[in-house]
């Protein structure tokens, strides 16, 4: 690990407590042996290793931010935050499923759950054996969320869902999800699982990066999902989700970081032993200049969003923190990887490192969770009426 990018000492900015350390060391020695073992054939295959996969079930990380009573780790936004920095360093299409199923479906339930809804999902999506995700963006519909068009209307027992959801990760695996639909024109959420009548999915779509894990449409024709299945109150869908966007946002900039500190480490590696006239190419002000300033990038990045964790929770609200940091740390990943990509030459482009695919990965960052635009706008407005408060 690079001098600056350790948590030492135990009880610092990235490491707030021991606790937190030593949930670093496992996340880290599970992602550098395993995860790196099998990130390469999951990225040619395009599907996430369900065997793997269960493996943090096993580790207590699907729950990582569901109080122990409940099953889960009780631990804070920054464990989360580890994980997925950790995860990210060797296979951020991999972390990406870990991020829907313990962020967008886990996190998300349990806030607006009630507790005999929970206790029919949390057992099984806390092991693992059932993979999960979250139903929101649509065909025509992403960052204009209000513009969504699934509908929900109650029949008898049941809710009757009509509508499409698309570019869901976990699609392919998944047995749950918690959906976004329209009821009477307000946004409600519901728990639809996979054997609900007139649910379907859609063939894996095909993708550039982020491949360990699958993407797919979710698929509502005249869908019965039981009346149990509401999540909170009709219209109470916008709230629940608001609010767990601040932690998908800060999870999805920790992915960013772990890509920009793993591409920092493969170009110092390979600048100090590739010569070039003679010498290594870590010796060249241009090779220098990409090290310098990646490592940085990565630096300021990793502070921000470890900074704003400290800030997110259930009973806090942290828009403007968690917005500032995925807007800055997005980007990074993506540039630092194409430093690397550049330092590193043919042998970064080439799959046989795992440059390429982290290059591949790092794009999806400035989309997923909020285009970069999105941030931008949240940040303009928000700081506006403090401004003028």
């Not at 330092?343 to 046989?352: P, S, T």
């Amino acid at each position: 690990m690079l001098p600056g990018m350790s948590s030492a000492p135990a009880e610092s900015l990235f490491d707030p407590t021991e606790e937190h350390a030593m949930l670093r060391e496992m996340v880290a020695r599970f992602a550098s042996t395993e995860v790196a073992a099998k990130a390469a054939a999951s990225d040619e295959r395009g599907t996430l290793d369900l065997e793997l996969f269960s493996k943090l079930g096993d580790q207590g990380l699907l729950g990582i931010t569901i109080p122990e009573e409940d099953g889960g780790a009780g631990m804070d936004t920054a464990a989360a935050v580890i994980v997925h920095h950790e995860l990210s360093k060797y296979d951020p299409g991999f972390c990406l499923a870990y991020l829907a199923h313990s962020m967008l479906f886990v996190n998300n339930f349990y806030y607006c759950a009630n507790e005999e809804q929970r206790g029919r999902y949390l057992p099984k999506t806390l092991s693992g054996e059932w993979v999960a995700g979250m139903g929101m963006t649509e065909p025509g519909a992403g960052t204009d969320v209000l513009g969504m068009t699934t509908a929900a209307v109650r029949d008898g027992a049941h809710w009757v869902i009509n509508g499409t959801k698309t570019y869901i990760t976990n699609g392919c695996e998944g047995h749950c999800f918690l959906v976004y639909a329209k009821v009477d024109g307000k946004v409600t959420a519901f728990v639809v699982d996979r054997d609900c009548p007139g649910f379907s999915t859609s063939n894996h779509i095909d993708k550039l990066g982020m491949r360990a894990s699958s993407m797919s449409e979710l698929i509502f024709e005249d869908c019965k999902v039981p009346a149990e299945n509401l999540l909170g109150e009709i219209g109470g869908g916008l709230t629940h989700m608001m609010r767990n966007l601040e932690i998908e946002r800060i999870t999805l900039a920790a992915m960013s970081v772990g890509i920009a500190e793993r591409c920092v480490e493969l170009m110092v590696d390979f600048a100090a032993q590739r010569k070039a006239f003679g010498e290594s190419i870590n010796r060249f002000g241009q090779i220098q200049r990409y090290i310098g300033d990646g490592y940085a990038k990565t630096l300021a990045a990793k502070c921000l969003v470890y900074h704003v964790a400290r800030d997110v929770s259930p009973d806090h609200r942290a828009r403007l923190g968690s917005d500032a940091a995925k807007l800055f740390a997005a980007p990074v990943g993506k540039e630092v990887a194409d430093f690397a990509m550049q330092v590193m030459g043919g042998a970064g482009y080439c799959r046989e490192y795992p440059v390429e695919r982290l290059w591949r990965d790092a794009k999806l960052l400035e989309i997923g969770g909020g285009t970069i635009e999105a941030h931008q706008k949240n940040l303009t407005k928000d700081l506006t009426r403090a401004l003028r408060a």
